[in-house]
């Protein structure tokens, strides 16, 4: 088990027993995610390439004889409730941080498990608001100690189904199946190449300490609201996409047929749905590359995405674009936002050599432009949701 993962699990464990007077029937943990290529695909039944960071949720838990649900956030706070009232649970139900460890008991309760009440404390270190997934490393985290300890499916896959679910439905943010599959699904040097219509996936090598490389996140502590709309709106608006070319997704459009219906289209689906496409596509020349054991090639095209995004997709940011520039500038091969935009992460592969190089320039670029200082940290592909003990 890494060293920070033990470290919190130990947190976690003794917190527990402080918080509830006895020990805890188990411990979990579910990372953050950081996607190297395949941006606002997901929900468009296309390829994302997602990787697991060493950034987590964790989770310590024991059955109660009776319904209630007591939650612990060592960051957030306490909540009660009854497993009664989330029955039809809807955005609203739960309020604020709750929602994200109630709702998959909810969902869980609904596939036609026998779920029961929980002690349930959890300790995070993901950055919240940061594009790297947090919500989903708590409904991961949550879920699976609420399947250990009252049963439920196996499959990552329909375990992230779930997850997704919970978000959708009771949180009430329209995101697509990435995250969780990611926080679930993931392998410790290895990103996962995941057919977001199918859900079949694939572990693909990204031997980046081989290859003398490595990815730096950059956090621009710009935080985004998934919620506020901007979100949704691009997913509307490629479903329309869709309907006009007569496609069940832009997953199955090519370039020449948006090209055949620029017109009805109107330049603004075209521009988004041209961004899914050429997307789409990218990630498969990543992972072929990634497969040739070639992970120094794919900056180009991590840096054709980022263009993508910012040009055509419109959800890039001022400090994204700039931590971009700045890190291309000192030496990265390639970098990207990552995540859904409007703040949030950026990720740089560079030479490790050139590492200490770009986080300077990306730091002085935040001050040349008058913006907060990013964090900038190095991570490596970990594994996913797992119990620790
Ligand atoms: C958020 C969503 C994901 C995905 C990304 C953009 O992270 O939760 O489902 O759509 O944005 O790629």
Known sequence: M????????????SAFA??????????????????LIGEHTDYNDGFVLPFAIGRHVTVAAARRGDDLLRLVSLQKGTATLRLGDLAGARPGTV??????????????ARDGVQVGGLDLLLTSDVPVGSGLSS??????ATLLAARD???GPDEPARLARLAQRAENEVVGVPSGIMDQMASMACRAGHALLLDCRSLASDQVPLALDDAGLVLLVVDTRVSHALADGAYAERRRTCEQAAGIL???ALRDATEADLDAARDRLG??????????VRENARVHAVVDLLRRGRPDLIGDRLTASHASLRDDYQVSAAELDTAVEAALAAGALGARMTGAGFGGCALALAPAAAATAITDAVAAAFADHGLRPPEVFATRPTDGARRLA
């Open 267 to 276: 330049e603004l689906r075209y521009r988004r749905a041209r961004h899914v």
């Open 135 to 140: 919500s989903a490393a708590v409904e991961c």
């Open 2 to 13: 890494p060293a920070e993962v033990a470290e919190a699990a130990r947190a976690a464990r």
């Open 149 to 151: 300890l009252y049963g």
């Open 246 to 248: 007569g496609m069940a």
């Open 95 to 108: 309020d604020g941080w709750a929602a994200y460890a109630a709702g998959p008991l909810w969902l869980l």
């Open 18 to 35: 402080e918080r509830f007077g006895r020990p805890p029937q188990g411990l979990w943990a579910a990372p953050a995610r950081v996607n």
